[in-house]
């Protein structure tokens, strides 16, 4: 596919999908979810890809829908949202199941879907002036991309309640300490951080680690029982990998393992 509205590369094992609309800050319409669609399929695809590291171009990661190209549609609006939500919600759920983890690093503003496919990804890097705000209902609009699904989870329904209703802005050292994120970088070393934890991240035992995402948020609605059985039926099966016997072998000899991702 040609790729007009993102970049997408792969280097070391590592997918860089990056938001590619700078004049327009990386705003998402129909267009760009296509494309990250496309670019998520082949990251679930590609055996060669081991982790997925997602950034903006420009000042800032997102700032969430298309909101000039919306309201050139008139009464086509309705399906062309539902076009767009269509490719952006499938773009997210295969990023989400699929065992290379997601890293994404924010600068500047995530709002909105940027927002939301911030909030989704596995784990979230902020530089120290990033800001985070859902901003749908200052335009009138209720949430989308999996946000409704994640932020309750992450950081409970009272705050969720809060930044849905009020479009409260949350600093990085805010977001942090709610847990929507997972750790804070400097401005300048923000892509840096990130593309070394994508690195290790693609270095690791790729199974497992897709297991472990699989079994984490199956965790939240399974019965204790169930989940236990769960849990015993994927460390069996990650023994039959490739990558279990060599971390087994790697622990025993008092080595680094050398995992294949298989």
Same mark, same amino acid.
């Given at each position: 596919?040609?790729?007009?509205?993102?970049?997408?590369?792969?280097?070391?094992?590592?997918?860089?999908?990056?938001?590619?609309?700078?004049?327009?800050?990386?705003?998402?319409?129909?267009?760009?979810?296509?494309?990250?669609?496309?670019?998520?399929?082949?990251?679930?695809?590609?055996?060669?890809?081991?982790?997925?590291?997602?950034?903006?171009?420009?000042?800032?990661?997102?700032?969430?829908?298309?909101?000039?190209?919306?309201?050139?549609?008139?009464?086509?609006?309705?399906?062309?949202?539902?076009?767009?939500?269509?490719?952006?919600?499938?773009?997210?759920?295969?990023?989400?199941?699929?065992?290379?983890?997601?890293?994404?690093?924010?600068?500047?503003?995530?709002?909105?879907?940027?927002?939301?496919?911030?909030?989704?990804?596995?784990?979230?890097?902020?530089?120290?002036?990033?800001?985070?705000?859902?901003?749908?209902?200052?335009?009138?609009?209720?949430?989308?991309?999996?946000?409704?699904?994640?932020?309750?989870?992450?950081?409970?329904?009272?705050?969720?309640?809060?930044?849905?209703?009020?479009?409260?802005?949350?600093?990085?050292?805010? $977001? %942090?300490?709610?847990?929507?994120?997972?750790?804070?970088? !400097?401005?300048? +070393?923000?892509? #840096? &951080?990130?593309? *070394? @934890?994508?690195?290790?991240?693609?270095?690791?035992?790729?199974? $497992? %680690?897709?297991?472990?995402?699989?079994?984490?948020?199956? !965790?939240?609605? +399974?019965?204790? #029982? &169930?989940?236990? *059985? @769960?849990?015993?039926?994927?460390?069996?099966?990650?023994?039959?990998?490739?990558?279990?016997?060599?971390?087994?072998?790697?622990?025993?000899?008092?080595?680094?393992?050398?995992?294949?991702?298989?």
């Amino acid at each position: 596919m040609e790729y007009r509205s993102i970049d997408f590369t792969v280097q070391d094992q590592v997918a860089h999908l990056v938001l590619n609309r700078p004049g327009q800050a990386n705003v998402i319409n129909a267009e760009v979810a296509r494309e990250l669609l496309a670019a998520a399929i082949e990251c679930d695809e590609n055996p060669k890809i081991r982790a997925v590291l997602i950034r903006g171009e420009g000042a800032m990661f997102s700032g969430g829908g298309d909101l000039k190209t919306f309201a050139k549609k008139g009464d086509a609006l309705p399906g062309y949202l539902k076009e767009t939500t269509t490719y952006l919600h499938g773009a997210i759920s295969r990023l989400v199941r699929q065992s290379a983890p997601t890293v994404c690093a924010v600068h500047g503003f995530a709002a909105g879907g940027g927002f939301s496919l911030a909030v989704a990804s596995d784990l979230v890097i902020a530089a120290e002036s990033a800001k985070f705000t859902m901003a749908y209902t200052r335009a009138g609009l209720t949430p989308d991309g999996s946000s409704t699904y994640f932020l309750a989870r992450l950081i409970g329904l009272r705050r969720s309640l809060d930044m849905a209703l009020t479009n409260r802005v949350l600093t990085a050292a805010e $977001a %942090l300490e709610w847990g929507l994120i997972s750790r804070v970088a !400097g401005d300048d +070393e923000l892509v #840096e &951080t990130a593309e *070394e @934890l994508a690195r290790r991240l693609a270095s690791g035992a790729t199974w $497992a %680690l897709g297991a472990a995402k699989d079994l984490l948020h199956r !965790g939240l609605t +399974e019965s204790l #029982e &169930t989940q236990m *059985e @769960l849990e015993t039926r994927a460390i069996a099966d990650a023994v039959r990998t490739a990558d279990g016997r060599e971390g087994i072998a790697a622990f025993l000899e008092k080595r680094k393992p050398r995992f294949v991702g298989r």
